[in-house]
């Protein structure tokens, strides 16, 4: 049994929920049943990733890692193309030659959303499920030591945004013609058309027309929580003095405000505050020349 003829890479927080249910309607694809199994994550071996962050027991639980048990996930395919989606795939370096080892001919898609407003929602949906102590400056000062510490992508929330860097990475493993970009906006804006588009890429009746009405997401974080919120917050640096690394640069005078962060998972608030402008003006900034290779190598008007 062959590994998936595609895949969907991402990004996290861009709409791929709902682009996972327009997919598997269609009648000559079969998606996995399990979104985002994060097979190729895995070192191999059948063996998980090292991710040590609050939230990555939860997501580990939820992958799956043994070659005979993601194969099963297609078993049911016929002459289906078959894929799946999984958002670690586009910022994870090591996950492409992977998978190129195991299918050659794979089409990948990838769905991009702004990266400061993704980067942000992706704080916050781990802030509202209490698997992040921190408040968004501080989080992406302590990303790089974070990640330096093991912890999964999940909280690579600056870095999965340099999309020009991960989809170059992507276009030199798989070939440029067997990627798709494709932004939020576009899913938002013409949702039928888009999906149709991807149909067309992947190889399949363009013309069927899905039910594409409501946005959908699943990863609720209400249902991740467990009983481990309080080690949550311990791990998260709640209550206790924060290492800042090289990251602290992204967000200056911000930052040093929060040195020490004594903000408990357990206090977030119930409604998403707004980003803080200073916040996002340094992200806006460090972003400026990936968004330019981006919208270069893809031919985008930027983010229009």
Known sequence: MPFPDFLVIGAQKAGTTSLFTYLRQHPGLHLSPRKEPHFFCGPGEDRPPAWTGPVDRVVLGRSVFDRDDYRALFADAGDR???????????????PARVVDANPEVRVVALLRDPVARAYSAWWMWRRGRW??????????????????????????????????????????????????????????????????????????????PDVSGERNVLDPERLRTSHAPEAARASGAGRPVRLGPAKRLVGAVVRTTRTIRTGVRTAPAERPPIDPAVREALTVAYADDRRRTAEMLGWDDWA
């Open 81 to 95: 193309r078959t894929g799946e989606m999984s958002t670690g795939y586009l910022v994870d370096p090591t996950v």
């Open 132 to 209: 992040d102590g921190l408040d968004f400056a501080a989080a992406l000062a302590a990303e790089d030591d974070r990640l330096a510490r093991g912890w999964g992508w999940h909280y690579a929330y600056r870095r999965t945004g340099l999309y020009g860097e991960h989809l170059h990475r992507w276009r030199h493993a798989v070939g440029a013609d067997r990627v798709l970009a494709v932004r939020s906006t576009d899913l938002d804006h013409d949702r039928l058309a888009t999906v149709q588009r991807i149909f067309a890429f992947l190889g399949v009746d363009p013309d069927f027309t």
